[in-house]
């Protein structure tokens, strides 16, 4: 299975593709994702985010 973007998305399915590929729950890696966004101001975060969203393919593409 390669790294793409889920189809189940809240904002761009990035944190559900890291999901699925690791074979581990949604739910809990996006609970994770925004505490260390909350912990770490935000910023480092949110570009994190950004930046896979536009690197990561689409779950369409394959």
């Given amino acids: 299975m ?3 973007r ?5 904002f761009a399915g990035v944190l559900g593709g890291f999901a699925e590929y ?3 729950d ?3 890696v ?3 994702y925004a505490a ?6 935000f910023v480092p975060g949110i570009l994190l985010y950004i930046v896979a969203a536009i690197v990561m393919p ?3 593409d394959f």
């Fill in 2 to 4: 390669k790294l793409h």
């Fill in 30 to 32: 996006r609970i994770g």
């Fill in 6 to 10: 889920s189809h189940e998305k809240i």
């Fill in 26 to 28: 949604k739910t809990l």
């Fill in 58 to 60: 689409d779950s369409e």
């Fill in 22 to 24: 690791l074979g581990w």
């Fill in 36 to 41: 260390i966004t909350l912990f770490t101001a």
